[in-house]
């Protein structure tokens, strides 16, 4: 069964440093997501991408956010300059009506 | 994103029973998902509802979307170990609002033998 990967499981990082989140998404899906969810709160939306750009983005995704689908398989997330309250699993999603969600990367920022 | 209510926050319950929890929103969704969440692992996808009023079932999963598109409650009958584990309920509102979820907080379900 297809399912979303990423990679890697966990990034540990210092304060101020530029992470990358990768994900691939199910290979015949053609809306992808990123949420994240700190630990022991609800699954937040970040930003959905359709079509090779941003479809709708929360007040969390501000400036030091980014996302790309630098070729046919992957949709990265990257953090510019990561903040202590950034530390969270990221999760990546694909699908449309339904969303299948990957295994998540667990972020620490020291 | 809009609040979702999910309740209870919590249930510790014995193997056998059956089991309710739902979700209610001050707005209109156009789609309800329930999800599964085991520690450390991302959300699975357990049952979709995409009309006002259907009821749908995945094995001793029933799930119905209510009729006012504002809440949905989840029924697990005859709880086994393996359900313990944290479900979500997520709306989202569709067509022209957009496709992003909006989770409840969760309600933490542990089942004992």
């Known amino acids: 069964e297809p399912e979303v990967t990423q990679t890697p499981s966990h990034q540990v990082t210092q304060m101020g440093q530029e992470v990358i989140l990768r994900c691939v998404p199910i290979?015949?899906?053609?809306?992808f997501y990123w949420y994240r969810q700190i630990l022991g709160q609800k699954v937040e939306f970040l930003v959905s991408?359709?079509?090779?750009?941003?479809?709708?983005k929360s007040e969390i995704f501000d400036d030091q956010f980014s996302v790309e689908r630098p070729d046919g398989s992957n949709f990265t997330l990257k953090i510019r300059s990561t903040k202590l309250e950034d530390s969270a699993m990221y999760f990546c999603?694909?699908?449309?009506?339904?969303?299948?969600f990957g295994p998540g990367t667990r972020l620490t920022v020291l | 994103g809009q609040q979702l209510n999910q309740s209870p926050q919590s249930m510790f319950i014995q193997e056998g029973e059956d089991v309710s929890m739902n979700c209610t929103s001050s707005?209109?969704?156009?789609?309800w998902l329930w999800y599964k969440q085991d520690p450390g692992e991302g959300p699975v996808l357990l049952i979709a509802?995409?009309?006002?009023?259907e009821l749908t079932s995945n094995g001793r999963l029933t799930a119905q979307f209510g009729t006012t598109r504002k809440d949905s409650f989840l029924n697990i009958s005859a709880s086994i170990p393996s359900d313990v584990g944290i479900y979500f309920c997520?709306?989202?509102?569709?067509?022209?609002?957009?496709?992003?979820?909006?989770f409840g907080k969760g309600t933490s379900l542990l089942v004992t033998p």
């Open positions: 999603a694909s699908g449309g009506l339904d969303e299948f």
């Open positions: 290979s015949n899906h053609l809306y």
């Open positions: 991408f359709y079509n090779n750009e941003i479809s709708e």
């Open positions: 707005s209109i969704f156009n789609t």
């Open positions: 509802l995409y009309k006002a009023g």
């Open positions: 997520a709306g989202q509102p569709g067509a022209n609002s957009g496709y992003a979820l909006n």
